[in-house]
């Protein structure tokens, strides 16, 4: 049954059905799926969506539509991360989406992700230029810079960023963790990151890895 519902819920996202994919998500948690194996689900409808984009049967209104069907279902009430009470702050990081880029959904599941782990966030929005995280980083003394990107574009305003770092001398000061669909273990390491992860949860543990390190 559950495989049946999995199915569905990638077919409904593909074909923009909200309310289908609602029903299969509620099902889904019903059964004690986890989130983040529903959030894969969602990722692989939206791959269906990008497709259909790409060979010109979907238009833009339509990435607007799968984005917004997305967020909706990152609100239902067991979907959605809540921080921790009174949580011990595990580290600073400030996160946005490179500069290029307006894609914003799986920079705030990253987010959201490192505040319920006791992480103190600050997000920079979207399309954020490399000057941005410098005069931030400057101001916010962040122990880790996360940055997402799902255009290809993004790669290279990645680069520029961690340039940008070097250049203020503030690359020894802070780790760099790199993510979205545009980047790869093998991109992050030509670019000069100190870690790539396709996935918030493991990112986390990353980041929290990287404190240990430096305490
Ligand atoms: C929804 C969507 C949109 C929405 C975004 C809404 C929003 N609020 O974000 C809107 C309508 C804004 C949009 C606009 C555009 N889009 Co668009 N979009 C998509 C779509 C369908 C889904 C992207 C998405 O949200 N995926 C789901 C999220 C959750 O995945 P994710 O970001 O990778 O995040 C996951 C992990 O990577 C990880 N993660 C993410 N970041 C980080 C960071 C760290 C540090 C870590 C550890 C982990 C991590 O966390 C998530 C876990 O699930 C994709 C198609 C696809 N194949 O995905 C096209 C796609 C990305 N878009 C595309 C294009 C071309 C555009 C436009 C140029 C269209 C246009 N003509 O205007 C504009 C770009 C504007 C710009 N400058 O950015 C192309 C990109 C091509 C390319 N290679 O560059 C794609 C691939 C579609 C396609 N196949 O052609 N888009």
Redesign the pocket.
């Known amino acids: 049954m559950i495989e049946k519902v999995t199915d569905q819920l990638i077919r409904a996202l593909g074909e923009l059905d909200e309310t289908q994919v609602i029903i299969c998500v509620k099902t889904l948690l019903e059964n004690g799926v986890d989130r ?1 194996c529903i ?2 689900l ?2 692989e409808g ?6 259909l ?2 060979t010109g049967e979907y238009f ?9 069907i ?2 909706n279902v990152l609100e239902l009430p067991r979907m959605r991360y809540v921080p921790k009470l009174g949580e011990r702050v595990a580290g600073r990081v400030l ?1 946005g ?1 490179a500069e ?11 987010k959201s992700v490192l505040s319920a782990n006791g992480f103190d966030v600050y997000d920079l929005g ?2 954020v230029p490399p000057k941005t995280f410098v005069s931030e980083s400057t101001r916010l003394q962040p122990d880790i810079i ?9 790669v290279s305003a990645m680069a520029r960023t961690i340039q940008a770092l070097s250049d203020a001398n503030l690359r020894d000061r802070v780790k760099v ?7 790869s273990e093998e991109l992050s390491r030509e670019i000069g990151a100190d ?6 949860l ?3 543990a ?2 929290k890895n990287f404190l240990l390190k430096t305490s």
Do not use: W
């Not at 939206?46 to 497709?51: D, E, F, L, Q």
């Not at 996360?146 to 993004?154: E, W």
């Not at 963790?177 to 980047?183: A, D, F, L, R, T």
């Open positions: 983040f959030q894969s969602l990722n939206m791959k269906r969506v990008g497709a984009y790409e833009i209104a339509d990435l607007i539509v799968s984005g917004m997305y967020k996160v989406t290029g880029d307006v894609h914003d959904i799986g920079k705030d599941l990253l979207t399309d996360a940055i997402s990107g799902v255009m290809t574009v993004a963790i790199v993510g979205g669909m545009c980047m870690a790539y992860s396709p996935d918030p493991e990112g986390v990353v980041c």
